[in-house]
């Protein structure tokens, strides 16, 4: 988060309570930052400063060229966090640090990782991939054969099912953005249409679903409708330009564009068509979310338009009243953002954000909004719209429609509350 | 032009995420035997397709679960330090702290054998015969009040154990 300009009083229209502004301040160009024009102040103007330093790193030839470079030795904080059940250290998930980063794209590294049985360490040349089941020729293929294919690309959100469920719990969790909304992250998924080895192997009539299955040792499988691997997905071959991660389905991974994650299938081996879902245990006691009826909702693919603020966030300690950038991400596995509003005084008053180009359906977007803080207590929320028309409930909504033992899919609002410190902690309001 | 440059071109020009239409295909998956890809099919689907041959009764799996499974999920399935796989009925209800476990929850008795099968033990997966999961599946169903002390599983006898949640799902629409 920057601070922009410290104490500095502009004479700008309010775009909603609290201090939002609207962001054309920042841009110097528009209505807004015209009539603030004039009235801007140095605040800054040194009198008596040192003479800047000529650092050390201006003085000698820098490190030479390494094969695959690294982050700054300085960002060693930027990494994902991970818990494991007890017994099982490869199970379970590693999240995205999303309060440090900034943009629409994860890079590879920090990309989340949900396992059920650790990242299997698999040789490419003996990797193969099988279609059966109702297909006229049931098909082996190898990755050189595959690379040979038309490749596309598809920039996509991937979320998994289990993200934010903290917030089903009956009081706010004590912790930061990655820990509440980290298993989410974004990266152009680039390989060959599913439809296009489905179609060499010749579909049967009969056939409404399929099973994807992985080669990692749970052997993670999951049925998708036919409908959605003819519509969209791809065997993800490579992820932000190179070949997929380990820990992302090396060499191979199913995508299913704004499909919850667990369906994305990595380490992908094995396609079976069929006629109707296969009940795995991934879409029967997991990944189903339980109402207050004794009902279960089964089959909750999509992710439902959702957004949160990134910056400011838990651990992002305001430095002191002035004008700030609020930023965040949206996205919806309907379609694409159509609106993401923001708001600073807990609801009462919503200002409309800017989005970030490119707008992309089934992909992450990064939404700004200018901010100036009072030093007062405020609680800052976003909620945003995808082309569906669906807008993104209060956290309250869906919890009275789904009760608190849902576990999945939560998409309702996230609140931060700033205090006069500038301090800021995850409430519910 | 090669067609998968026309491919491309066509692409470049409707941008990333295009749907352009493959007209060909390079064609270079190998048409697979049956006997293959046998040992690699290991779903088994709620009718029972899938299932192996093979048998097992609770008595035989009470023996495989000493030796491979009380470690992590505790004597006769009561959990910790993993999941719990018995009881849990009537914790379903609104207001509780639902205990989700193969009797309270799973609505297929088939999901069992596919994934003991698929995934269990955690350290060495697939490792069990056909036998043994038949017989592991029926011991959890009979610690679980759900068969008999004697009841043998198999193939046909499997898909046929009715599960006390089979009714408690409910196929997703939006809004929910």
Redesign the interface.
């Given at each position: 988060m920057r601070n922009k300009r410290s104490a500095a009083r502009l004479s700008e229209p309010d775009a909603a309570g609290n201090g939002l502004i609207d962001r054309r301040i920042f841009l110097g160009t528009g209505a807004a930052a015209a009539a603030a024009i004039g009235s801007i102040v140095s605040p800054h103007t040194a009198m008596g400063a040192d003479p800047l330093p000529v650092a050390p790193w201006m003085r000698v030839p820098g490190s030479p060229f390494v094969g695959y470079g690294q982050p700054s030795r300085f960002e060693d904080k930027v990494g994902r966090i991970s818990a494991s059940?007890?017994?099982?250290p490869g199970?379970g998930a590693a999240r995205t640090p999303l309060h440090r980063l900034d943009g629409m794209i994860t890079p590879n590294g920090l990309h989340f990782e949900r396992s059920?049985?650790g990242i299997p360490d698999i040789d490419p040349d003996a990797h193969r991939l099988?279609?059966?089941g109702l297909v006229k020729?049931?098909?082996?293929?190898t990755l050189d054969?595959?690379v040979?294919?038309?490749?596309?690309?598809?920039?996509a959100f991937i979320e998994c099912g289990g993200n934010s469920r903290l917030l089903y719990q009956q009081d706010p969790a004590p912790v930061n953005v990655q820990a509440l909304h980290g298993l989410l992250s974004c990266a152009?998924w680039t390989g060959v249409?599913l439809?296009?080895?489905l179609?060499?192997?010749g579909v049967e009539p009969a056939a409404k679903w399929l099973?994807a299955?992985g080669a990692d040792?749970?052997?993670m499988?999951r049925s998708v409708p036919l409908a959605k691997a003819m519509e969209?997905a791809l065997i993800a071959l490579y992820q932000n330009g190179e070949r997929v991660r380990p820990s992302n389905g090396y060499p191979m991974r199913l995508l299913l564009p704004g499909y919850e994650g667990n369906m994305q299938v990595k380490w992908l081996?094995?396609i079976?068509v069929?006629e109707?879902p296969?009940?795995?245990?991934d879409e029967?006691?997991k990944y189903?979310?339980?109402?207050?009826?004794?009902?279960?909702?089964?089959?909750?693919?999509p992710i439902?338009a959702k957004s949160q603020i990134t910056q400011p966030s838990p651990g992002l300690t305001m430095q002191g009243p002035g004008l700030y950038e609020i930023s965040g991400l949206a996205w919806s596995g309907?379609g694409t953002i159509t609106r993401v509003e923001v708001s600073a005084d807990g609801g009462k008053s919503w200002a409309t954000a800017a989005l970030q180009h490119p707008v992309?359906?089934k992909a992450l977007t990064r939404f700004r909004m200018a901010w100036r803080w009072n030093g007062g207590p405020s609680i800052l929320q976003s909620r945003a719209t995808d082309d569906t028309g669906?807008v993104q409930p209060t956290r309250a909504e869906l919890i009275t429609?789904?009760?608190i033992?849902a576990y999945y899919h939560f998409n309702g609002v996230t609140s931060w509350a700033v205090g006069e410190s500038g301090e800021v902690k995850h409430v519910y309001a | 032009m090669s067609?998968?440059d026309c491919?491309?071109a066509t692409?470049a020009i409707v941008g990333?995420?295009?749907?352009?239409a493959?007209a060909d295909?390079?064609?270079?998956?190998?048409?697979?035997a049956?006997e293959?890809?046998a040992s690699?099919?290991?779903?088994?689907?709620?009718d029972g397709a899938g299932l192996p041959v093979g048998s097992g009764t609770p008595k035989q799996g009470e023996a495989v679960y000493a030796a491979k499974c009380v470690?992590?999920h505790g004597e006769k399935g009561a959990g910790k330090?993993?999941d719990p796989l018995v009881g849990g009925r009537g914790t379903?209800?609104?207001g509780q702290?639902?205990i989700?476990t193969?009797g309270s929850?799973?609505?297929?008795a088939?999901?069992i054998f596919?994934?003991v099968r698929?995934?269990m033990p955690?350290n060495e997966?697939?490792t069990l015969t056909n036998d043994e999961v038949y017989a592991v599946t029926a011991y959890l169903l009979y610690l679980n009040g759900i068969i008999g002390e004697s009841t043998a599983l198999d193939a046909q006898t499997l898909p046929r154990v009715k599960m006390p949640n089979s009714d408690?799902?409910?196929?997703?629409s939006?809004g929910?």
């Open positions: 059940p007890p017994n099982a199970t059920h049985s099988v279609i059966h020729r049931p098909l082996v293929f054969a595959l040979r294919y038309p490749i596309e690309s598809r920039i152009e249409r439809s296009t080895v179609d060499e192997a099973v299955e040792a749970a052997g499988s969209d081996r094995r079976k069929t109707g296969t009940m795995t245990k029967t006691s189903t979310m339980l109402l207050p009826d004794e009902k279960s909702l089964q089959f909750v693919f439902e309907y992309l359906p669906y429609r789904r009760g033992n | 067609t998968r491919v491309l692409a990333i995420g295009s749907s352009a493959v295909s390079p064609n270079l998956g190998r048409v697979a049956p293959e890809i690699w099919d290991i779903s088994v689907d709620p470690a992590c330090p993993n379903l209800a609104s702290d639902p989700k193969i929850f799973w609505p297929y088939t999901t596919d994934y698929r995934a955690l997966s697939k408690g799902f409910v196929p997703f939006r929910k």
